[in-house]
């Protein structure tokens, strides 16, 4: 489905995978990342926020699990497509790293 759905261009999508299974060929990637802790602290106060019971703790232990048996799965493992630039989002707001992809796309746009 989602390959179909992007067959066309145009689209933005996200996901695990998307750049290195789904989407090999996509004209832009990009691979977020953020230091474990900020992470954990970002998922807790969303489930916090949703009414689920759980400690910062426990949340930690499941991100590092899902990130471990991701990274390790035969198919579509998780990893950095070769081609996708890194963006480092610890300490940084949402906003902040849609401006630096929007600023990074322009860019590829202009040099095509």
């Known amino acids: 489905l989602q390959r179909a759905a992007g067959e066309g261009g145009g689209v933005v999508m996200e996901g695990r995978d998307i ?5 090999p060929d996509a004209e ?4 977020l990342v953020a ?7 970002r ?17 930690a232990a499941q991100l590092a699990e899902r990130d471990r048996r991701d990274a390790g ?3 579509a493992p998780l990893k950095r ?5 890194e ?6 707001d949402v906003d902040a790293v849609v401006n630096e992809m929007k600023s990074r796309v322009e860019a590829i746009s202009r040099a095509i």
Do not use: C, H, M, Q
Not at 19 to 23: E, L, M
Not at 28 to 31: L, S
Not at 35 to 41: I, K, L, M
Not at 81 to 85: E, P, S, T
């Open 81 to 85: 497509a070769d081609d996708a630039i």
């Open 43 to 59: 998922r807790y106060a969303e489930l916090a926020a949703k009414g689920v019971a759980t400690t910062l703790e426990e949340v």
């Open 19 to 23: 750049g290195t299974a789904i989407f």
């Open 35 to 41: 230091e474990p802790a900020v992470r954990a602290a």
């Open 87 to 92: 963006i480092d989002s610890t300490g940084r």
């Open 73 to 75: 799965r035969a198919l």
């Open 28 to 31: 832009v990637k990009f691979f």
